[in-house]
Every structure is written in structure tokens, then in C-alpha cells.
């Protein structure tokens, strides 16, 4: 049971296993199916092991995972979750039609090679129009994106621990967001087709022309800026789909809107998210974990690394204006 783990540093240091999943190998969740801790997972029942709140009215401070040395060795992945928490938060996760986990800092993926036409009708014994798929002969080359955190136990034991893990998520959110700038760069150099507007501004029937660029594939996701956000907003065409749909950006057509700070204001990208874009991840997020343990902490330092790659160019189309 929970109540029975060893905690130490050594979980975090296993070759193939996430401390998470160090801690799932030797605490399954499959045993706690149908009781009140069937909804944590093995570090939430950690929490719970030492009466570690780390949100609500009730929120403990920093120093309440130092009271042993077992309950201190939870620190680095709260660290951990609350970073990534804000990388996620990212518009990562919704434009990518796939992850795949890479054991190396270069990825060979596969290209295919479709150009026969599909309406081709062949004879009996006749050749085949081929489609192609084969290995890449230039690697991915992943990306490294890093943050070294200045801080030391003195200045933040008695901060909340929900404090700390928004200050935390700013640093995540900003990562994913640099993350993200990449992906837009891909996707702006491997697309089908770029359409200029007809106007000096983007109008309506701009983003009607847009979804007709589709044809095997479907515009159900739009990237843009804030600034051109606002100015879609504006449209018309857009008070009927607002009240439609509360909450959530979408065109009257059904297109889902989102925000894109790394895009400039001359250009929205129309994408098939289902076949757009390859997310490559060759590591987690990474940092140094014996020092956060001991509390010597001064410098917190976190990385991941990263990259993307295009799908199918005609599940991608641009629209610019001057």
C-alpha cells in the first residue's frame, strides 16, 4: 500500500521509468479501483501519505515537504508537475496530429509520396497508381529549450505552495509558448498553399476562400494572432456563432479559432489537425533533483527537448495579407 513505499532519490535517477511511474511500479493504481483513492495516482496518494495540501483554503507552504526526508523527495516533482502544467497550457497539444517519444536528440520520421491521382480507374492486370511512404533521409534535429530558475529554500519555505506552483507554471507557460513559435514556423514553410486577402484587412469571405483550399482534408482548426483574433470577432458572421457556442472561438462553419502570439498580423494558418503536424519529444522535462531534495538549492535548471515536423503539406493552407 501507499502508506508503505520507501521514498528516495533514486527514483528519479531509473533509466527507463519517470518518477511517477516509479512510484506506479511499486504502488499501482489498479489496487485502489472502486475505493476513495481510485482518482490519484500514485504521487497524489504520496501527497495524501503525508497530509501535503498543495492547493485549496487549507494549502500548505514549502516547508511542510521538508518535515523527513521521505516527504522531501516529492518536492522535485512538484516542481516538475507545475512546470509542465503551464507547457501543456500551450496550443502544443491541439495542433498536433501526433506525439511520438524519441530516445535520441535526432528523429528519423517517414515521408510519403502521393501525387498519382486517387480518381485513377485501372483495368484488370492493369498497374496501380502508388502511393509512396518511406523512411526520411534528413534527420529531425531536436531543439533544446531551457530555464535556469534562481531561487534557494530561505526565500520561499514559508511561501504557499499554490503560490509557488503559479509562479511555476508562468515559467512552463512561456517554454510552451517558445515551443509552440517552432511549430508555427513549420507549418508556415511546409504548407500547401498560400492565398493572399483580397483587401487590406482580413474579411469573412477571406476565411470562406480559406476552407475551400481543403479538399481531401478539413479546416477545423484556424491560428492567428490576437490582434487578428479580435479583428475575426468583429465580422458579423461571428454574433450568430458566439451565442451558439459560449466559450469557445469558432467559426460559423464549425472551425475551431485559436490564439497564436507567435503568429504575425499579416497571416492566419488553416490546418487539418488530424494530419498537419508531427510533434517530436526526444526528452521530458529534465532538472536537477539531489539538490532540490536537500534543499540546497540555489539554481533550478529545467529543459526539454523538441521538435516538429510536417505531415501532409495540402492539411496545412496560408492566408496573408499585405
Request: glycine fraction near 4%; charge should be neutral.
Amino acid at each position: 500500500m501507499y502508506n508503505n513505499v520507501r521514498l528516495e532519490k533514486g527514483l528519479y535517477h531509473l533509466s527507463d521509468k519517470s518518477f511517477t511511474e516509479a512510484l506506479e511500479a511499486l504502488d499501482p493504481s489498479s489496487q485502489y479501483a472502486d475505493t476513495p483513492l481510485a482518482k490519484l495516482d500514485a504521487y497524489e496518494r504520496q501527497l495524501k501519505r503525508f497530509n501535503i495540501h498543495i492547493s485549496g483554503s487549507d494549502c500548505d507552504r514549502v516547508e511542510k515537504f521538508f518535515t523527513s526526508t521521505e516527504s522531501a523527495v516529492l518536492f522535485p516533482e512538484f516542481i516538475r508537475r507545475a512546470i509542465r502544467q503551464g507547457i501543456d497550457s500551450s496550443v502544443m497539444s491541439e495542433i498536433s496530429a501526433v506525439h511520438t517519444i524519441c530516445s535520441s536528440s535526432q528523429y528519423l520520421g517517414c515521408a510519403i509520396n502521393d501525387t498519382a491521382s486517387h480518381d485513377t480507374v485501372t483495368s484488370q492486370k492493369g498497374a496501380l497508381p502508388i502511393t509512396e511512404i518511406t523512411e526520411q533521409t534528413n534527420p529531425l534535429v531536436l531543439n533544446k529549450y531551457a530555464r535556469a530558475v534562481h531561487i534557494s529554500y530561505e526565500a520561499i519555505r514559508k511561501q504557499r505552495l499554490d503560490v509557488l506552483a503559479v509562479m511555476l507554471r508562468s515559467v512552463g507557460v512561456k517554454l510552451g509558448n517558445a515551443i509552440v513559435k517552432a511549430a508555427v514556423t513549420v507549418l508556415k514553410s511546409n504548407a500547401g498553399s498560400s492565398t493572399a486577402a483580397a483587401g487590406a484587412d482580413f474579411v469573412y469571405d477571406d476565411l470562406t476562400k480559406l476552407c475551400g483550399k481543403f479538399k481531401d482534408f478539413n479546416l477545423n482548426t484556424i491560428l492567428a494572432s490576437p490582434a487578428v483574433l479580435a479583428n475575426v470577432f468583429t465580422m458579423p458572421q461571428m454574433l450568430k456563432s458566439s451565442s451558439e457556442n459560449p466559450g469557445k472561438a469558432m467559426l460559423p462553419f464549425g472551425t475551431r479559432l485559436l490564439k497564436t502570439a507567435q503568429l504575425d498580423d499579416k497571416t492566419i494558418i488553416g490546418i487539418d489537425k488530424d494530419f498537419a503536424l508531427e510533434m517530436v519529444t526526444g526528452t521530458d522535462l529534465i532538472m536537477e533533483t539531489d539538490k532540490l531534495i536537500d534543499n540546497q538549492l540555489t539554481t533550478v535548471t529545467v529543459s526539454v527537448q523538441t521538435g516538429f515536423r510536417p505531415i501532409m503539406k495540402d492539411a496545412v493552407h496560408i492566408l496573408t495579407k499585405a
